[in-house]
T-cell receptor, first 114, second 111 residues
Framework: NAGVMQNPRHLVRRRGQEARLRCSPMKGHSHVYWYRQLPEEGLKFMVYLQKENIIDESGMPKERFSAEFPKEGPSILRIQQVVRGDSAAYFC????????????FGPGTRLTVT | RKEVEQDPGPFNVPEGATVAFNCTYS??????FFWYRQDCRKEPKLLMSVYSSGNEDGRFTAQLNRASQYISLLIRDSKLSDSATYLC????????????FGKGTLLTVNP
């Protein structure tokens, strides 16, 4: 049973470019979460999605960031016009529909903005 | 007060030692509690859930005190492979999905 998959694992973008991060949840999991970990900081919740629905995006910056989880295909976290401060590790997690709150994390995408 | 606060560490212990991690949380409405471990530059991995009655998994024992809003993790007979950052994690309270992470405590087990 494959775990949560994320790609790319490493992404380098110049300031002003767009970054697209992809996440496929574990088989049987219908809930996807994105977290960001800045250097020397703890993980911070960004957004919670189910298929075709954004349930909670209270942790997302108001501008330049968006997320989707289409009916078919992976969840996408999109960052437009990246800035140096966006450099971080972005982790996706998934959970089963009737779990006890535990979440399982993918290997992350390390975004570097130059 | 931080939402989830952990011992700042780092902890350096010899193999075979017993080590304890402490954590406090501020949201009394939190319902679910976990310990994750994170190896350097890798993803957090679920170590164990924490229940009010306390729970044990091999060398690892977790305890929760809801009245004090305090969580602990005890590792007995520590191994070199236990070296990692240990993350105290609680759900957001009022929602059973928004996990709030402590900054973690780095443990290094020395031969």
């Amino acid at each position: 049973n494959a775990g949560v998959m994320q790609n790319p694992r490493h992404l380098v973008r110049r300031r002003g470019q767009e970054a697209r991060l992809r996440c496929s949840p574990m088989k049987g999991h219908s809930h996807v979460y994105w977290y960001r970990q800045l250097p020397e900081e703890g993980l911070k919740f960004m957004v919670y999605l189910q298929k075709e629905n954004i349930i909670d995006e209270s942790g997302m910056p108001k501008e330049r960031f968006s997320a989707e989880f289409p009916k078919e295909g992976p969840s996408i976290l999109r960052i437009q016009q990246v800035v140096r401060g966006d450099s971080a590790a972005y982790f996706c997690a998934s959970s089963p529909p009737n779990g006890a709150g535990e979440q399982y994390f993918g290997p992350g995408t390390r975004l570097t903005v130059t | 007060r931080k939402e989830v606060e952990q011992d700042p560490g780092p902890f350096n212990v010899p193999e075979g030692a017993t080590v304890a991690f402490n954590c406090t949380y501020s949201n009394s409405a939190s319902q679910s509690f976990f310990w994750y471990r994170q190896d350097c530059r890798k993803e957090p991995k679920l170590l164990m859930s924490v229940y009010s009655s306390g729970n044990e998994d091999g060398r690892f024992t977790a305890q929760l005190n809801r009245a004090s809003q305090y969580i602990s993790l005890l590792i007995r007979d520590s191994k070199l492979s236990d070296s990692a950052t240990y993350l105290c994690v609680v759900n957001g309270g009022g929602s059973n999905y928004k996990l709030t992470f402590g900054k973690g405590t780095l443990l290094t087990v020395n031969p």
